[in-house]
């Protein structure tokens, strides 16, 4: 079992910065898969970046250019920096351990999932 804490959301205007933090406890692996994905209501959730091995990363087109994950495997923790936030992005935001299938991108691929953040952007 891996159990995941996400933190680090709130209410924020466009154009602020948040950082979001995903701790992992329990049976964790510091190369294993994580990724970020956020739901805004009547929404799917959406795919936003994920992390595995040392740093391989990909992301979604709709954020790479304004969001960067990164881990910290000292600390089974993995962040979601996010940049020029829009009215837009504003969702639950969820991170997500364990691939049973190598889809990174997929959220039915995950295993685990943490309880979500709430991130507001106000224009």
């Known amino acids: 079992q891996v159990q995941l804490a996400e933190s680090g959301g709130g209410s924020v205007q466009a154009g602020d910065s948040l950082r979001l933090t995903c701790v992992a406890s329990?049976?964790?692996?510091?190369?294993?898969?994580m990724g970020w994905f956020r739901q805004a209501p009547g929404k799917e959730r959406e795919f936003l970046a994920a992390i595995w091995s040392v740093s391989r990363t990909i992301y979604a087109d709709s954020v790479k250019d304004r969001f960067i994950i990164s881990r910290d495997n000292a600390k089974n923790t993995v962040y979601l920096q996010m940049n020029s936030l829009k009215p837009e992005d504003t969702a639950v935001y969820y991170c997500?351990?364990?691939?049973?299938?190598?889809?990174?991108?997929?959220?039915?691929?995950?295993?685990?999932w943490g309880q979500g953040t709430q991130v507001t952007i106000s224009s």
């Open positions: 329990g049976r964790t692996s510091n190369s294993a898969p």
């Open positions: 997500a351990a364990e691939l049973g299938i190598w889809r990174p991108s997929s959220p039915s691929a995950y295993r685990y």
